[in-house]
Structures are given as structure tokens and as C-alpha cells.
């Protein structure tokens, strides 16, 4: 009986062990050319049993036709869908394994599902619409049917042409009306220079939250407002500073949201009412590193021990499956410079050197 229960427990043993000696994964990059179409050049790292193997160049897209914004991995936050379609920040869709350029068109993800993403737009010139892309038949449609509703929520949206913002609510057959007129004025000094609507999130169809950044933009607000009452209650607020990248956030719960701004992430729990900034971020794939760093650096953990402090910045950390790179930053005073990648090594716990040109966008992990 002994026997067998030990020979079973060795065949478990050999097979993850197996498995794991066969750990392909793949770092991608985005590097930039210099030039006047800024010509982006995706790059795969690729990592076997979390040691570099060397690196490929996917594919180069273009960032700039006639003057303006085309495909730009570098702006907003980017999803990486089935393990090869990456859509950029603005809705630009790129199949990473084909490696061609699926949609160059601009539309706001709102989820992708059951082989599809679904887009919303809403465009002074095109007007407001939803839109879907079929990674199977690799079709984009506008949605035509008016009943066709694929997230919670009204008719709400930001009136940006004075300031502070209002937010208006167009009830179906009836006039507008004006839930708030002191909406903040959204964020600003991000990279392009725009200032993007601030963050919405609907609780249900009749109550939602958002960002109220105020002028100097030194402090945040997160308002929740019932669209019937147009009551708001303040839910908490906290001290910020200009930032580069559009703040994002995502659900965690049915009760809580995780918010990225900067090298900030607040946790706002709306059943208790509470905003709370974080010390370290929320694991992912059991890595966390302190959302602030002091002079020495930035520290990492993995499964809550310790594991490195370096300088890099949050927005150029990636974690995958037992491993994790970022970005490392050498500083001079005020100023800094990037120093290659810096990769977790899981086999021998230690963070090994990976020589990188200059860094654009850090796009994730992707399976080989």
C-alpha cells in the first residue's frame, strides 16, 4: 500500500516537474523609431523556464498618417485578449500571432467575450454608437439594433465645452437633464495633451460613480449619483499630483473598484464608503511592489516576502505565470534612464539582467 501511494506521489512529482521544465512564455515590448510616423516596433522576449532565450521582432505599425494619432500602443490602457490580439488604449486591434493589423479605426472597449470585443463610441462628428469586432469571421460592425445594450447604465455623458464639467442625462423622449454642474475638470498633463472624460462606473441602471478631479488637480473626488434623485454623495477623496497616463479602473468586487493613477493604486470599497491608497499593489500572479518608492527604490514581493527594490515605474511591470519584468530605471536627481529589463527567475529566485532598447509601451505576458 506504501508502495503504491509513493509511486503515485512520484509520477506527480515528475510530471509537474516535467511541465514545468517546458515554461515558454514571452515578454512583449513595444520600442519606437525615430521619425515623423513614429513607427512602432513590437518585440517578443522570449523566456524559457523564466531564462531569456532571445527576442523577435513581431511587427512595426505606424503611429502617425497625415499628422495624426493612428495606431498607438502608448496611449490609454491595453488589453491583451485570447492570448494574441492586443487592443491598444484607443481601440486599435492587432493580431499578435498573424501578426497584421486587424481594426485601425478608434472606438472605446467596453469587454471582450465569446470570441468578440464590443466598442462604444461616442464622437462629435460619428455620433454615439456600438460596435463589434468578430475575431473569428475578423469583421467589425457597427451594432445597428437599438435595443442592443451590452452594459448597465443610461443615456449619461460629460459636457466638457466649459468648466467645472456637467454631466447631462438624455432621458428617451424627453429633454436633457443636468445631473451635476460641477463635475471637476477631468485630468490633466496626460501625455497627448488631452484631457479624457473621467472615469464612470454604473453600480446598476439607476446609480453610478466618477472621478471629480478638481482645477489644480492636487486632489480627487469619487462622487456616486442616483440618476432619478440626482442625489451625490461624496465617497472619499485624496491628495494626487499631474500624471501622464489616463487613469483607469477596473471591478474587483461587486463592492469594490481598483483605480490606477500613476504609480497609484486606491481601492474604493463602496459598501463601506471608503478610499483607500494603497501601500502595495494588489498581487498579480503573487508579485506586488510599493506604490511608492523611496530613494533606494521601488519594493517587490512575491507571496508577501520580500524579493528586490529597484527603481522602475508601475506602469512598466508585467507579471505571468511565475514570473515577472519591468523596466529598470537608473536616477539622477530628478531625472531617469532606463537600464535594460530586470526578469524574475523563479527557478533560481532571483531577478537576472535583460539587455532591452528604450521602452515604449509594456504590453504583457503572452503563452508560446
Known sequence: MKKNWLTGFLIVVFALSGFSQNDKQSLYLVHVESGKNFRQKIYAYHFLNGSFTGRDEVMIVEGKREGKDYIRTDLGTSTVYDNRYLITGIGNIIDLKEKKVLFDGRAGLLRCSNDSAIFYTNDVFRGKFYSVYDFKNKQYKQVKDLLFKPKLGRDVEYDKTTTPFKILYYPQGKPKIVLTDNAGYGQQGTKDNSVPDPLMFWLDNDNFVYTNFNKENTE????????????????????????????SWAKVTKDQLLMRLGNRQILIDLAANTVTLLEFSRPDQGFSYACKSDPKGRALKLNGKDVGKFHFEAKNFAAGTNIAAFVKELMIGTDSYQQGLMAWNNTKQTWEPVEADEVLTVIGWLKD
Open 220 to 247: 480627487l473626488s469619487i462622487i456616486k449619483i442616483n440618476v432619478d434623485t440626482k442625489a451625490a454623495t461624496e465617497i472619499g477623496r485624496l491628495s494626487i499630483s499631474k500624471e501622464l497616463v489616463p487613469a
